[in-house]
C-alpha cells in the first residue's frame, strides 16, 4: 500500500500510524513510536529532554518491573512498590475480573495510588486478549486470529477496534496482542489457532491491522513473541523450547510480520523465551544479539520491549528473579514480565544493585526508562 498517514482521536490521544509497506522517514523512527513519541531524526527540532534523567537509581530501576498479583484487592506490598516508584505496570489475569465491575474497580484504585514526582503518568495495565483461547475478560475480540487472519484485513481492524474499546471499558491501555508468530504447522501456535496466517504476509496483512485498530481505541499493541514462536511445539510457559532453524530463514519468515508491525507504527514487541541457537545460546529475552541486533538495529524498533513471563517454566531454567531479570535488562529488554508481585520485586532489588556498583549502566537504564514513560504518558486520556 502507499505511504498515507492517518490520524485519529480517542479520549484525547492522537493516535497516527503509517500503512503496512509505507517508506518510513528517517529509517523507520517517523512511524515506530504509533503515539508520537517524538523520536527527532536529524534537522528539525531537537529530542525532548529526558524524563529518566532525574530519577533516582531505585526509581530508574522501578521503570523497568511489571508484576501481577491475585484476587481483586491491592496487596499492601504493591501499593508500596507503585507508591514509592517502583514498578511501571500491572499485568491482569481472569482472577482479577471475576466480573467487570470488580475488574473496573481494581484498575481504577491501581491508577489513583500516588506515586512520586515524575512518575505520575498512567501505570502500564496490561491484559492478554488476543481472542480465540486466551482471553482475560469477556467480549471482544470476540473472534481467534485464525478465523481474523482467514476473514481479512477489514475483519481484524474492525476486531481490534472493540477489542480497544471493551479494555478501555475496564481501564485496561495495554493489550498482550496480536501473535505475530507464523503459524508453522504442528506448532503450538497453529495447534491452539493463535496465529492470524501460515505465511509471513499473510500473518502481517491481517495482524497488523488488529493493532492499527487497538490504538485507533486508545489501547497500546503488543507484538509477540520475537523473533519468532510459530514452530515451537509446547507453550514456553510450561517448557523449555529450542527454535532450530537457520538465521537466514529466521530472519526470511519468522521476523518478516515483525518488520511490517514496526514499519506501521508499533508501540511494544515482547520477546520469546525459546533458545535460538542460530542467533544465540541464551533465550531471546536474554540475548542482546536479539533484544538488540535483530530487533533495534536490523528492523529499526524504537518502541517498548518487554520479556515474556519470568516466572514461566524456560525462563525459571535459566535462574530466578533475579538473574532473568538482570539477564533481559543486560540485553537490552526495556519491561521485565513478572506474574508474581514478590519475584518483580526481587529482580527490581537486584537491578538497584547493579546500578550501584555500576555493573549496569545507568545510561541504558535510562534509555529504557525514557521509553516506558513516554508510552505511559501518551496513554493517559
Not at 530501576?61 to 496487596?75: K, L, M, N, W
Not at 514498578?87 to 491482569?92: C, D, Q, T, Y
Not at 481472569?94 to 512518575?119: C, K, M, V, Y
Request: one cysteine or more; hydrophobic letters at 45%; glycine letters at 14%.
Amino acid at each position: 500500500m502507499g505511504g498515507k498517514s492517518v490520524a485519529t482521536t480517542k479520549g484525547g490521544l492522537v493516535v497516527r500510524w503509517r500503512r503496512v509497506g509505507a517508506t518510513v522517514a528517517c529509517g523507520v523512527a517517523a512511524g515506530a513510536f504509533a503515539f508520537g513519541a517524538g523520536l527527532g531524526c536529524g534537522g528539525g527540532d531537537p529530542p525532548a529532554p529526558s524524563p529518566a534523567d532525574r530519577l533516582s537509581l531505585d526509581r530508574l530501576a522501578g521503570q523497568r518491573i511489571v508484576i501481577g498479583f491475585e484476587g481483586v484487592a491491592v496487596p499492601t506490598a504493591v501499593r508500596r512498590a507503585i507508591r514509592q516508584g517502583r514498578v511501571a505496570g500491572v499485568i491482569l489475569f481472569a482472577g482479577n475480573f471475576p466480573d467487570r465491575a470488580s475488574g473496573r474497580r481494581l484498575i481504577r484504585e491501581l491508577q489513583a495510588i500516588p506515586r512520586p514526582p515524575g512518575l505520575g503518568a498512567p501505570l502500564l495495565t496490561m491484559v492478554d486478549q488476543e481472542g480465540g483461547l486466551v482471553k482475560r475478560i469477556g467480549g471482544a475480540p470476540t473472534a481467534s486470529a485464525r478465523e481474523m487472519g482467514d476473514r481479512g484485513a477489514a475483519f481484524s481492524r474492525e476486531q481490534g477496534r472493540s477489542a480497544a474499546a471493551n479494555l478501555r471499558d475496564v481501564g485496561a491501555n495495554v493489550n498482550l496482542a496480536p501473535v505475530l508468530d507464523v503459524a508453522r504447522p504442528g506448532g503450538t501456535i497453529a495447534e491452539t489457532d493463535r496465529g492470524f496466517g501460515v505465511t509471513p504476509g499473510g500473518v502481517a496483512a491481517t495482524a497488523v491491522p488488529f493493532a492499527e485498530g487497538l490504538r485507533q481505541g486508545g489501547v497500546a499493541a503488543t507484538a509477540k513473541h520475537f523473533p519468532g514462536l510459530g514452530s515451537a511445539r509446547v507453550n514456553t510457559d510450561f517448557a523449555v523450547q529450542r527454535i532450530d532453524l537457520s538465521r537466514a530463514e529466521l530472519r526470511r519468515i519468522d521476523e518478516a510480520p515483525y518488520r511490517d508491525f514496526v514499519a506501521a507504527g508499533g508501540e511494544m514487541v515482547m520477546l520469546s523465551m525459546a533458545i535460538y541457537p542460530a542467533l544465540s545460546p541464551r533465550p531471546a529475552a536474554f540475548a542482546r544479539q536479539i533484544a538488540g541486533v535483530e530487533l533495534r538495529e536490523r528492523l529499526g524498533f524504537r518502541g517498548v520491549s518487554i520479556t515474556d513471563a519470568l516466572n514461566a517454566v524456560a525462563a525459571r531454567d535459566f535462574g530466578g528473579p533475579a538473574r532473568s531479570g538482570l539477564a533481559a535488562a543486560r540485553a537490552g529488554v526495556d519491561l521485565l514480565l513478572f506474574t508474581d508481585h514478590g519475584a518483580g520485586a526481587r529482580a527490581q532489588r537486584a537491578l538497584l544493585r547493579h546500578l550501584r556498583s555500576g555493573s549496569l549502566a545507568r545510561a541504558g537504564a535510562e534509555a529504557s526508562a525514557d521509553r516506558v514513560l513516554r508510552l505511559r504518558r501518551q496513554l493517559g486520556g
